[in-house]
């Protein structure tokens, strides 16, 4: 079975930076859709940014563009986010994410994700 173990949050000033890991196991990037969801009490899962690593074909969520990165080792099976100039509306329990390759019109849509980590929060504070 997949497996996905976050790691990386924690509490961080406004302007701040973190980096968020994700350790993936058996199955391979090549064939899957993975990525990153977050959620805050009272709303619904959001995506922040997934990837197609076989194709490079990349989604960012408006609020993160130019401020989020997203990135993969491959030989490690590691996913990673990269988060700079983070915003108090940032505050979020953060979701690794992966299911078998989907087209890039489906890389936002929680529906498509088969698998899901058990989340690492990021508290930013103003």
């Known amino acids: 079975e997949v497996q996905l173990q976050a790691s990386g949050g924690g509490l961080v000033q406004a302007g701040g930076s973190l980096r968020l890991s994700c350790a993936a196991s058996?199955?391979?990037?090549?064939?899957?859709?993975i990525g990153w969801f977050r959620q805050t009490p009272g709303k619904e899962r959001e995506p922040v940014s997934c990837?197609?690593?076989?194709?490079?074909?990349?989604y960012y969520n408006s609020p993160v563009k130019g401020r989020f990165t997203v990135s993969s080792d491959n030989a490690k099976n590691m996913l990673y986010l990269q988060m700079n100039s983070l915003e108090p509306e940032d505050t979020a329990v953060y979701y690794c994410?992966?299911?078998?390759?989907?087209?890039?019109?489906?890389?936002?849509?929680?529906?498509?994700?088969?698998?899901w980590g058990q989340g690492t929060l990021v508290t930013v504070s103003s």
């Open positions: 990837i197609n690593v076989s194709d490079g074909s990349t």
């Open positions: 058996r199955f391979s990037f090549d064939d899957y859709s």
């Open positions: 994410v992966a299911t078998p390759r989907v087209a890039l019109s489906g890389l936002a849509l929680p529906s498509s994700y088969n698998y």
